[in-house]
């Protein structure tokens, strides 16, 4: 019998931003793409919706009560040498308290939360492959970068 092959899974992104426009921003640590930067998010459990998996992984990794509002990107995030392919939807939530900051609820997964622009984290993309101190740190996880790249003015972008 062949061996089946791996299939795609589905992931889901938070676009999430406070009061001054910055996006929260999470640096991954113990699974694939540990050490980028990523927004929170997971996977789409069986038989959930979207807007309800963006609204629980916000909560669960962050403690950010957010509603989820709108479905704005897809992209095909290949992880060729992990042998991984996700199908990753970025849905814009909005704060349900303006004021709030995000905690690190899931220590094992993010080295912590920040708030960053949208011109930086383009920026970073940018340099992504520049081996230099100045831009280690500031790697970006692959469904970021290729939402930057297929989707440059989405946050920039009027309702």
Not at 1 to 10: E, F, G, I, L
Not at 34 to 43: C, F, I, K, V
Not at 91 to 120: M, Q
Not at 130 to 137: H, K, L, N, R, V
Request: proline residues 5%.
């Amino acid at each position: 019998m062949a061996a089946t092959a791996p299939q795609p899974r589905v992931g889901v992104a938070v676009i999430i931003q406070n009061t001054e426009g910055e996006i929260v921003l999470g640096k991954r640590r113990g699974s694939h793409g540990s050490g980028t930067w990523a927004l929170p998010g997971g996977h789409l459990e069986f038989g959930e919706t979207y807007f309800a998996c963006a609204e629980r992984e916000t909560r669960e990794e962050t403690g950010l009560d957010v509603k989820a509002v709108k479905l704005v990107a897809v992209t095909n995030d290949v992880f060729q040498e992990l042998g991984k392919h996700y199908i990753t939807l970025f849905v814009t939530c909005e704060l349900k308290d303006l004021h709030a900051e995000p905690k690190i609820l899931e220590p094992e997964k993010c080295e912590g939360w920040h708030w960053t622009s949208w011109a930086d984290l383009k920026q970073w993309a940018e340099h992504h492959e520049i081996e230099s101190s100045e831009w280690a740190e500031n790697r970006l996880f692959l469904p970021m970068r290729n939402l930057i790249k297929e989707y440059p003015g989405i946050v920039d972008m009027p309702e």
